[in-house]
C-alpha cells in the first residue's frame, strides 16, 4: 500500500480567500494527500466545514503582524509530522517562514517578497494564464510542469451542521413559513464594494410584498447597515452581529435565494450552493466570480471598472448606484422560474 503523501497549507487571511482555497484542498485530497492548514483562529470553524481538510492549526498573530517568534514556535512544533510538502498561498516573506521552520523538504509558493531560501519549488504567476484567483490556488498543488491554467477546477462546497441549523431556527425564532431571501450588504474591503442601502431597502420591500421575508446577514460591523434597512422596509429581520461565521452556512441552506455584494459572504453562499445574486462594483467578476452554478452575476462593466478601489475615485460609485432594484429582483425571479421549470 503506497503512503499518502502529507501536505501542510498556509492559508490566506480573508474569509472569501479561505473559502476559494477549498478548490486547492479539494484538488489535493482528490489526489490522495492529507492536507493540513495552517490559518487565522477565526478561519478554523469554517475549515471545519470542509471534509477535505484532515486538520487545522490556529495561527495566534493578528492580520498584518509579524509574530517571529510564534511562527518559529509553530514551525518547529510541526517537525513532528514529517510533512512531505509545503505549499505557501500568501505571496509575502512571513507566511513561508513556517513550513522553513518546520523542515519540509517541498515549500511551493508563487514568486514574492524575496522568499528565496524559503521556498525552493518557487512558481511564477503569470496572470494572463491564470485570471482568477481560484486559478491559482488551484495550480499550486500541480507539479511544475503540468499544463495551464488547470482543467479541472474542484468547486468549494462547505458541509451543513443540519443540528446546528436546527437550533439557529428556535434561538432565532425564525419563520419558516415563508421562503427567506438572505442579504449580506457588507464588504470588508470598503464601500466601492457595497451596493447602497436605499437599492437593498427598496429591493426588500418589494420581496416582502411578494410574500417572501427578508434575512439580513453580516458580523456586528453590518448591524447598523442592517438597522437602516429596516427601517426603511419594517418586518425585515436584522441578524447581523447576532451569529458566527459557520452560523451563516446553516442558515443560508435554509435560503431560496441570497443577495450579495462582492466579499467573503458572497462566497460561503456560492459554496452553500444556495441560488445566488452577486453585485460586482469596484472589483471583477472575472477575478473572483462566486464558484457556484446557481450564482448569477451582475455587473455594468462601466469604462472605469474594475478599478479595484477601496473608495471610488469618481465619488458616488456609480458601478453599483446606477445597478437597480429592479434589475436584481428580474434576476432573482429568473433563478425562480428557472427551478420552477427544471
Request: with cysteine; glycine share 6%.
Amino acid at each position: 500500500m503506497v503512503a499518502r503523501s502529507r501536505i501542510l497549507v498556509i492559508g490566506p487571511a480573508w474569509v472569501g480567500d479561505m473559502v476559494m482555497a477549498q478548490s486547492l484542498f479539494i484538488a489535493l485530497r482528490r489526489d490522495g494527500a492529507e492536507v493540513d492548514v495552517v490559518a487565522p483562529q477565526w478561519s478554523l470553524p469554517l475549515l471545519a466545514r470542509m471534509p477535505e481538510v484532515h486538520r487545522a492549526i490556529a495561527l495566534p498573530v493578528g492580520h498584518g503582524n509579524f509574530g517571529l517568534l510564534e511562527r518559529w514556535r509553530i514551525g518547529r512544533s510541526l517537525r513532528a509530522y514529517h510533512y512531505d510538502r509545503a505549499i505557501v498561498m500568501p505571496r509575502s516573506f512571513k507566511s513561508a517562514l513556517i513550513p522553513f521552520f518546520a523542515g519540509i523538504p517541498r515549500r511551493t509558493g508563487y514568486r514574492g517578497e524575496m522568499r528565496y531560501g524559503l521556498l525552493n519549488d518557487i512558481r511564477p504567476l503569470d496572470k494572463q494564464l491564470l485570471p482568477r484567483v481560484v486559478d491559482r490556488y488551484v495550480a499550486l498543488g500541480l507539479p511544475m510542469d503540468a499544463p495551464l491554467p488547470p482543467r479541472d477546477i474542484p468547486l468549494p462546497r462547505l458541509n451543513v451542521d443540519v443540528e446546528n441549523r436546527q437550533r439557529l431556527i428556535r434561538q432565532l425564532d425564525l419563520d419558516m413559513a415563508r421562503p427567506a431571501v438572505a442579504f449580506m450588504p457588507g464588504a470588508e474591503y470598503g464601500p466601492a464594494k457595497r451596493w447602497p442601502l436605499p437599492h437593498y431597502a427598496a429591493l426588500a420591500r418589494e420581496l416582502l410584498a411578494s410574500g417572501r421575508q427578508v434575512w439580513i446577514l453580516g458580523s456586528a460591523k453590518e448591524q447598523a447597515d442592517g438597522e437602516a434597512i429596516v427601517a426603511a422596509a419594517p418586518s425585515v429581520r436584522n441578524l447581523c452581529g447576532m451569529t458566527r461565521l459557520e452560523d451563516t452556512v446553516d442558515l443560508l441552506s435554509l435560503a431560496s435565494a441570497a443577495v450579495s455584494n462582492d466579499s467573503g459572504l458572497m462566497h460561503v453562499a456560492a459554496a452553500t450552493d444556495v441560488p445566488l445574486v452577486a453585485l460586482y462594483g469596484s472589483s471583477s467578476p472575472t477575478y473572483t466570480p462566486p464558484l457556484s452554478h446557481e450564482a448569477r452575476v451582475l455587473y455594468l462593466g462601466l469604462p472605469c471598472s474594475p478599478c479595484f478601489k477601496r473608495h471610488c475615485p469618481l465619488g458616488d460609485t456609480p458601478c453599483l448606484k446606477d445597478m437597480t432594484p429592479p434589475q436584481v429582483m428580474s434576476a432573482l425571479q429568473s433563478i425562480w422560474e428557472s427551478e420552477d421549470h427544471a
